[in-house]
T-cell receptor
Framework: GDSVTQMEGPVTLSEEAFLTINCTYTATGYPSLFWYVQYPGEGLQLLLK?????DKGSNKGFEATYRKETTSFHLEKGSVQVSDSAVYFC??????????FGKGITLSVRP | ETGVTQSPTHLIKTRGQQVTLRCSSQ?????VSWYQQALGQGPQFIFQYYREEENGRGNFPPRFSGLQFPNYSSELNVNALELDDSALYLC??????????????FGPGTRLTVL
């Protein structure tokens, strides 16, 4: 079945540091890929998405590229801010339209 | 445009009881999906409703059941509650069109605690 694997956390960075969060997936067919963010006490918000190979999703300075050859969708940001502190989930959506999530990773950004 | 809303926000039940959680879809959306998020884990798909019928189910026992109403709002019912049912329950609505891939918008969730 479909699965998503995220790097182990938590991650603590200083403000303005470079961020990479790794995500790999296993799926049949050609899934769409997503990054969701969850701020404390809130539900999930879509951060960015990519629907086919080599697509790059971007939003709020975050980027991720759909790499079919490595089955990866790593999240990057060039300069993190304290306000980026949250839990980040990688997810895929297959032909049955359900979302399959990774375990999530907590990011803490220090001033 | 009103987003996805869920009620109640928090709920405490005891083992063996039954619970009903409610979700109102975002305006214009016709599909509702429910997810269970245990503490420190990613959300797990429970089931999806489209046009008032179940349209896909995850690895959850039959005591997890649901409904979708003509206005596309939805209920999640859980019978014979177990301690492991303690989790954040998330509802997501979307507008299914021709293409199967459709963005899901999440509500804030209902925190269920089973004692």
């Amino acid at each position: 079945g479909d699965s998503v694997t995220q790097m182990e956390g938590p991650v603590t960075l200083s403000e303005e540091a470079f961020l990479t969060i790794n995500c790999t997936y296993t799926a049949t067919g050609y899934p769409s890929l997503f990054w969701y963010v969850q701020y404390p006490g809130e539900g999930l918000q879509l951060l960015l998405k990519a629907t086919k190979a080599d697509d790059k999703g971007s939003n709020k300075g975050f980027e991720a590229t759909y790499r079919k050859e490595t089955t990866s969708f790593h999240l990057e940001k060039g300069s993190v801010q304290v306000s980026d502190s949250a839990v980040y989930f990688c997810a895929l959506q297959g032909a049955n339209s359900k979302l399959t999530f990774g375990k999530g990773i907590t990011l803490s950004v220090r001033p | 445009e009103t987003g996805v809303t869920q009620s109640p926000t928090h709920l405490i039940k005891t083992r063996g009881q039954q619970v009903t959680l409610r979700c109102s879809s975002q305006s214009g959306h016709n599909t509702v999906s429910w997810y269970q998020q245990a503490l420190g884990q990613g959300p797990q798909f429970i089931f999806q409703y489209y046009r008032e019928e179940e349209n896909g189910r995850g690895n959850f026992p039959p005591r997890f059941s649901g409904l979708q109403f003509p206005n596309y709002s939805s209920e999640l019912n859980v019978n014979a509650l177990e301690l492991d049912d303690s989790a954040l329950y998330l509802c997501a609505s979307s507008r299914r069109q021709v293409k199967w891939e459709h963005e899901q918008f999440f509500g804030p969730g209902t925190r269920l605690t089973v004692l």
